[in-house]
């Protein structure tokens, strides 16, 4: 039987287990979609590992590359919030949402012209439960208990345990559909079924794709071409942009802001979603497994200052744990983590840790600011008794060689669209990214409870618990939520809705923006 409590509309409009508003602001008139022309973006987050295996993206140039340009998921969380199919044409669950019948897409063609059906979808589920697969999904995916190929074209998958949200993890950038039998080929070449198909692809440092001409969605897709240039510096991105040699370019340095605003031909984008900036403490590394140093680190972040002087005005105050003001159940009122080197002081004395001194790992990969905001964390800190190095890490690499493995790091997490998905993804005990490693029994177990629970002001309740527990005892300081701030050349148009699930428009920009 199907579960409905306005569930089969809400799941298909994406507002699963209850209303959810994470759409961004319309953004001035829009235009009649017209098609034509080669995109250029100059886009941060490129590394020379880079490749077309979607377990493995971790920043912006892949994840724009992969799920919204050359590969397509089963579902999408639209512009406004709202989750529709992708490769699944709809979808209804059972009453206890548990097990769950997808109704796949009719006429899909691969780019090497394979049709698509029920066959591909399992077998790329199947690559994130791998022996030895290294995949930030395999949390989403090892839920999964059976799946079961009705036809060329349904599939039922059965959790091992109900999960209301279920259809919105669909949507998860690392699960790409590849070709049955052809995966090696398809992860090598990038062979997807998306609106774009590789030309050339230099991890680290640039991508070329074309339009389809078998897509089967008139709806999205509207360049000939697009060129992605990893542009990992700030000011280099800014240039390229200003003197026509990009369209587009993601995390504007906000230093330019005025530079920007001033040029009639560029303009930018911004809206408010989920973003958080956080500094991740490996809770198994001495001294980071001792709550009251965790709490009195906690303590000496001036919040406020790194809002004003990082962010400059572009964000808001954070607390400590992943849950953005654009989420269902943020927990708005919690008693806020303050600035307050006496109560520092007090703990780290408590914890026999007088005269701490730490090693602080920061970079601009991490996020536009990090070195500078490690030198006010350092400043802030002294007040407190507490000496942070910090360390100077390089941007290529950074992700892979530092974040995960150095004790404490700076890092960014561009949100997610349910409270469970977020946790599931780095809080949940044992998952691939889940950066601190703390343990809690209590949150662990209201995880799994609010995931399998349809009564949403049970799961209010419980998804804010866990946001005090995270803000009391986690291993992350989650000083800040930043805003997504693009900038592009007045040419391009777009719906007048932009979506702030990720930056450029969800990550989507390929698809949703045209020339005017």
């Not at 077309?52 to 920043?59: K, N």
């Not at 059906?117 to 999904?137: F, P, Q, R, Y």
């Not at 943020?330 to 007088?354: F, H, I, V, W």
């Not at 500078?372 to 941007?395: F, M, R, T, Y």
Request: charged share 20%; glycine share 10%; proline share 3%.
């Amino acid at each position: 039987m199907a579960f409905n409590l306005n569930r089969r509309q809400a799941l298909q409009a994406g507002a699963a287990a209850g209303g959810l508003a994470i759409a961004g602001p319309a953004f001035g008139a829009s235009h009649a979609p017209k098609k034509g022309g080669t995109l250029r973006m100059g886009i941060a987050g490129a590394n020379t590992s880079d490749s077309w295996d979607g377990r493995t993206h971790s920043d912006s140039f892949m994840i724009m590359m992969g799920h919204g340009t050359v590969f397509d998921c089963l579902t999408e969380v639209k512009a406004d919030g709202s989750l529709s199919g992708e490769l699944a044409e709809s979808w209804e669950a059972s009453a206890d949402a548990k097990t769950w019948t997808f109704n796949l897409k009719k006429g899909v063609e691969f780019h090497n012209g394979k049709s698509f059906g029920a066959d591909d979808v399992i077998e790329s589920l199947a690559l994130h439960t791998a022996e030895d697969a290294k995949s930030a999904a395999k949390p989403i995916v090892s839920a999964i208990e059976s799946i079961k190929k009705q036809n060329d074209h349904q599939i039922t998958m059965t959790l091992k345990a109900g999960n209301a949200d279920f259809p919105f993890l669909m949507s998860d950038y690392h699960i790409l559909i590849h070709p049955a039998g052809m995966i090696e080929e398809s992860i090598a070449k990038g062979i997807g079924t998306g609106a774009y198909k590789v030309e050339t692809f230099d991890p680290g440092v640039r991508a070329l794709v074309s339009k389809f001409g078998n897509y089967y969605d008139d709806s999205k897709g509207y360049f000939d071409s697009i060129e992605q240039i990893a542009m990992n510096d700030a000011q280099a991105r800014t240039n390229a942009l200003m003197t026509n040699q990009v369209d587009a370019i993601n995390r504007m340095d906000f230093k330019t802001e005025q530079l920007i605003k001033a040029n009639p031909n560029t303009e930018i984008l911004e809206v408010t979603g989920n973003q958080h900036y956080t500094f991740p403490m490996l809770t198994g590394s001495d001294p980071y497994g001792s709550l009251e140093v965790r709490q009195a680190l906690k303590h000496l972040f001036n919040r406020q200052e790194l809002v004003d002087k990082i962010l400059l005005g572009h964000g808001a105050v954070g607390n400590d744990h992943p849950i953005g003001p654009a989420n269902q159940y943020y927990a708005a009122d919690l008693e806020q983590n303050d600035y307050d080197p006496e109560k520092a002081k007090s703990l780290l004395k408590k914890a026999g840790m007088d005269g701490l001194s730490i090693d602080l790992s920061v970079s601009e990969a991490a996020f536009a600011g990090a070195t500078d905001a490690g030198q006010l964390i350092q400043n802030s800190a002294k007040a407190g008794g507490v000496n942070i190095n910090v360390v100077k890490e390089p941007a290529d690499g950074y992700w892979s060689n530092v974040w995960l493995k150095k004790p404490w790091c700076a890092c960014y997490w561009s949100g997610r669209a349910t409270e469970d998905w977020m946790f599931s993804t780095a809080y949940e005990s044992g998952v691939p990214w889940n950066d601190h490693g703390w343990e809690n029994a209590r949150f662990q177990s209201l995880l799994l409870e609010a995931r399998a629970t349809l009564d949403t002001a049970k799961r209010k309740d419980m998804y804010i618990e866990m946001q005090s527990l995270c803000s009391k005892e986690g291993g992350t300081v989650v000083p800040m939520y930043a805003n997504y701030v693009d900038a592009h050349s007045t040419k391009l148009a777009n719906s007048g809705t932009i979506g702030n699930l990720w930056q450029m428009d969800g990550s989507r920009i390929s698809e949703r923006w045209w020339f005017a």
